[in-house]
Each structure stands twice: as structure tokens, then as C-alpha cells.
């Protein structure tokens, strides 16, 4: 492996415009005192401040609320009820916020904490809920702490592991980067403690066969999200054409040690995050109606730009907001699909119609575009 390979791979860290970072409990939180490592969630918050000033937006999805809450209510070492971790997060994820709060204002950095359930990422409504939210405090320059709301969420309702939930973010966001950093490097050819001849893999191209049975091997489940998860988190993020490491956070500064060519494992992604996602609105997807609209909106969206309630002339079907929708001239040709931000019936109420007014039409504040540009695959130039 050359010098120009390691390179190229360190560019999808130090080149990303969004990296998503995952920690792992075991990281955050010393498994004797129960107490939370400071010395090191500051020179990861350092790492981030680093990154963020480079321009690139840091989303942190942050465990350790369990581990963190569990001493505070006298539960014992072992494994907890459903109810006692749920309480046990309750507790922990204050004092985790905080933590994470202090870490980060000290280098200028405003934090957000976000807390998901497994519906905020699966359900189109309120996956569109959660993405503006994300994209609006990313825009105003702050670092979302992303964790699952595990107070509430209950067994049929629940990511379970935060790699997951990492990967399930980053395709959200359309990140180009996921780092993955927890107690393990890497992904081995075997399990590196038993077998003298194991290899770590810097890079895997494609998630075959081999590939699974590699990370189901025995010996190779560490903690809540074991290699077989962090697969699974590699499978979500690379469709979603974000690339993704698992690297090892038993150092401090672990996003600079990865920078300076430490050990670890990328999976790689084919295709950009928004080309991906395109290539998916346009290709997968049954529309499940039809908007109608002018010449200076179909010009509009020729340049790039979104369409806006103003220029739609007619809404047909019937759908709902997140639907894909196709987008037709006026002769009935289509230019293009999209996710659509509008109900059918909203959105025949508010066609041709001034952004601005939209509120006033539909008693509450909607987006400005019908279609955001994010959401919009152009399939037809307009030649006219
Ligand atoms: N959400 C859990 C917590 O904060 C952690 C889940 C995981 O580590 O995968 O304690």
C-alpha cells in the first residue's frame, strides 16, 4: 500500500464538507469509577474545534448516557432491565450533554443536543422534521450531540446501538464522512486476540460475504454495537455515498491520530452523498402524483434552483409531504422528480402563490420551496 493510497483515504477526513463522529460508551465513560474521561472528551473536543475551523461541519452522536447515569441511581455492574437503562439515560444524558457542552464552548463551539428515536430517521415526515432542524443548526454553525432518546424509546422502537444511528444521520445529512471511533481499530481478518496470523483491512471496497463472516467471527463482538453493527452502519453509509472509518478512540486527539495515519478501517463509498440520494429519487421511487408548472419555474429549475409554490399551476394525485412527486411542463412533459414538502392538499392551496403568503393561506409557517433543490432531480433540460 503506497503513500498516495493512505493519502487519498486521509482526504475523505481532512476534505469532508460533513463529517459525522460516533463514540462509543466505553470511551466516554472509565468502566471502574463510572465516571466520565474527561482528559480525553477534551482532546476529542479539540480535534472537533479543529475540524470546524478547516470549515467543515461536525455532527457528534454521543453514547455513554447509560453508563454515565447508571452509578447515580446505585444500580449494580451487569446488565440492566429495559426500564432500569431507560432510567439510567434519563440521568446520565443530562450530566453527558453538559459535559459535552463545556468541552466544546471552551474552543467557542455551540452545542445542540438532538435526541432521536428510530421513527425521526424512518418515518418520511418526521425524517424531513428532523433533517431541516439538523440543517438549520449546522448552517448556523453549531455542533449537534446527537444520542438516542433512550428514555423512550422501547424495544420495537429502537435503534439499539449508536452506530447505526451514526450511519442512519450521516445518510440523513447527506455527510460525506463517518468516523466510527470505539474500543476496536479496525476490522480484522480474524480475530486479532486469538490468531497470531490476523490482519487488520484498511480498506474494503465492497461489503461481500467475506466481509460479513469476517465481523461475525467469534471474539469479534465488542460491547453493545459489536462488529457485526458496525458492518451494518458501513452498509447505510456507503449506499448513502458517505465513506466511513472505524477507528480506535483508546487515544487521545483520536480524529488527529487517524489524520496522522494511524490504523484503522475504511469502507469506502461510491458516489457522492447528494448524487446518491439523486440517483434514488430519480430511479426508486413511484411518484405518487404530478405538479404542473410555468415557464420561468421550469427555467428556474433548469439553473438549479427549487421550485417554489408560485410557480405551480396545477397539483395532481394524492400525496403526502415527503412523497415523490413528478414535475411537469405545461404540455404535460416531465422535467424532473422530487420529495415534495407539501401535502396535496396544501400545496393546491398554496400554487401560485408568494412564499411569504404561505403561512396566512395555511394557518402555520411551512417551508419556502415546495421542492427544496436537495430534493429535486432535474430528468429533463427545458430546450425551449
Ligand atoms: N444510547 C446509549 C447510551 O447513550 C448507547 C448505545 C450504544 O452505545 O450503541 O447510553
Redesign the pocket.
Known amino acids: 500500500m503506497g503513500a498516495a493510497d493512505t493519502r487519498g483515504r486521509l482526504a475523505r477526513l481532512t476534505r469532508a464538507r460533513c463529517v459525522v463522529v460516533k463514540i ?2 466505553s470511551l466516554l465513560v472509565d468502566a471502574d469509577s463510572g465516571r466520565l474521561n474527561r482528559g480525553w472528551l477534551e482532546s476529542l473536543a479539540a480535534d472537533v474545534a479543529r475540524l470546524r475551523a478547516r470549515g467543515q461541519q461536525v455532527v457528534i452522536v ?6 454515565l447515569g447508571r452509578r447515580h441511581l446505585g444500580l449494580e455492574p451487569g446488565r440492566l432491565k429495559l426500564e432500569e437503562s431507560q432510567a439510567a ?1 434519563a440521568v ?2 443530562i450530566r ?1 450533554a453538559h459535559a459535552w457542552k463545556e468541552v466544546l464552548e471552551a474552543h467557542g463551539l455551540t452545542v445542540a443536543q438532538v435526541l432521536l428515536t428510530l421513527g425521526d430517521t424512518e418515518e418520511r415526515r418526521r425524517y424531513l422534521n428532523a433533517r431541516s432542524t439538523m440543517r438549520t443548526l449546522l448552517a448556523l454553525g453549531a455542533v449537534p450531540v446527537i ?2 432518546n ?1 428514555t423512550v424509546a422501547t424495544a420495537e422502537i429502537r435503534y ?4 447505526r444511528l451514526a450511519a442512519r444521520v450521516a445518510a440523513m445529512l447527506a455527510a460525506d464522512c463517518t468516523v466510527l471511533l470505539s474500543d476496536v481499530d479496525g476490522l480484522y481478518t480474524a480475530p486479532p486476540g486469538r490468531d497470531p496470523d490476523a490482519r487488520l483491512i484498511p480498506e474494503v471496497d465492497e461489503i461481500t460475504a467475506e466481509v460479513l463472516a469476517m465481523a461475525e467471527g467469534p471474539g469479534s463482538a465488542y ?3 459489536g462488529m457485526a453493527t458496525k458492518i451494518e452502519a458501513a452498509r447505510i453509509a456507503v449506499s448513502a455515498g458517505c465513506h466511513l472509518c472505524i477507528a480506535s478512540g483508546r487515544v487521545t486527539s483520536p480524529l488527529a491520530a487517524i489524520e496522522a495515519g494511524a490504523a484503522c478501517t475504511w469502507f469506502k463509498a461510491h458516489g457522492a452523498p447528494l448524487a446518491v440520494r439523486k440517483q434514488w429519487i430519480a430511479g426508486s421511487l413511484r411518484p405518487a402524483g404530478e405538479l404542473v408548472i410555468d415557464e420561468g419555474a421550469a427555467a428556474a429549475l433548469g439553473r438549479g434552483k427549487s421550485l417554489l409554490p408560485a410557480g405551480v399551476t396545477a397539483v395532481r394525485g394524492r400525496f403526502e409531504r415527503g412523497d415523490a412527486v413528478r414535475v411537469l411542463d405545461t404540455a404535460g412533459h416531465e422535467l424532473a422528480r422530487g420529495l415534495v414538502a407539501y401535502s396535496s392538499a396544501d400545496a393546491d392551496r398554496i400554487r401560485g402563490r408568494k412564499s411569504a403568503e404561505i403561512e396566512s393561506i395555511l394557518g402555520f409557517r411551512g417551508r419556502a420551496e415546495i421542492v427544496h433543490r436537495d430534493d429535486l432531480v432535474v430528468t429533463r433540460k427545458e430546450t425551449a
Open positions: 462509543g460508551s454521543s453514547s455513554g448516557a447509560i453508563a439515560a446520565g444524558q453527558l444520542n438516542e433512550d439499539g446501538d449508536n452506530d460491547g453493545s454495537g
